[in-house]
């Protein structure tokens, strides 16, 4: 079993940077991709950014490529989405996830209870 906890969310202005943590804990969190997920209101989940067990693999959605950032800290067992550049439309709850390296929420198996990230116009 992985337990996650995100942090980090707030609100922001346009043009704002906000940096989300997710603490993972349990006896193989460290070995799981994860990946982080947002959902706006009266929108499905989607994919944001991805990265492998070791932190050497990274992959991002068309729309954040270049704005946010994904990273990793093993010993400190945190995963971190640095965000840039937020626009309006970044306006979700994020969610971080362990599981496999991909892009398809099915592919992960654990997931934190989210955090709000609102920006203003």
């Known amino acids: 079993q992985v337990q996650l906890v995100e942090s980090g969310g707030g609100l922001v202005q346009a043009g704002g940077s906000l940096r989300l943590s997710c603490a993972t804990s349990?006896?193989?969190?460290?070995?799981?991709?994860m990946g982080w997920f947002r959902q706006a209101p009266g929108k499905e989940r989607e994919f944001v950014a991805a990265?492998?067990?070791?932190?050497?693999?990274?992959y991002y959605a068309d729309f954040v490529k270049g704005r946010f950032t994904i990273s990793r800290n093993n010993v400190a067992n945190t995963v971190y989405l640095q965000m840039h550049s937020l626009q309006p439309e970044d306006t979700a709850v994020y969610y971080c996830?362990?599981?496999?390296?991909?892009?398809?929420?099915?592919?992960?198996?654990?997931w934190g209870q989210g955090t709000q990230v609102t920006v203003s116009s």
């Open positions: 990265i492998n067990w070791n932190g050497i693999r990274t």
């Open positions: 996830a362990s599981g496999s390296y991909g892009t398809n929420p099915a592919e992960y198996l654990y």
């Open positions: 349990g006896r193989t969190s460290s070995t799981y991709a």
